[in-house]
């Protein structure tokens, strides 16, 4: 089977429980700019959740060079409409 390769820019993880932040450190540790995004955190900063997932990366081992940005709704929802403009047309 021959060998094809894909090119990821940018990456947008929906979910910043274990796997999602996982995934997205992994990403970024590819050099891969990642937004990490979960739901908006009651009477806290909306990017709480994310940002706690993304604290508590740096605790693993192998530590984690790069990690995953959080994102907010609204950077979420940008990033993917420049990724398929045609479904907020």
């Known amino acids: 089977m021959p060998e094809s390769r894909i090119l990821v820019r940018k990456a947008a993880i929906l979910g910043a429980g274990v796997m999602g932040a996982q995934i997205a450190a992994h990403l970024a540790n590819a050099g891969v700019p990642t937004l990490l995004f979960d739901l908006a955190a009651k009477e806290r900063d909306p990017n709480d959740i994310a940002q706690r997932a993304i604290e508590n990366l740096k605790k693993l081992e192998p530590s984690r060079q790069r990690t995953a940005q959080p994102g ?8 993917i409409s420049r990724c398929f403009p045609a479904a907020t047309s």
């Open 72 to 79: 907010s709704r609204r950077q979420i929802t940008i990033s």
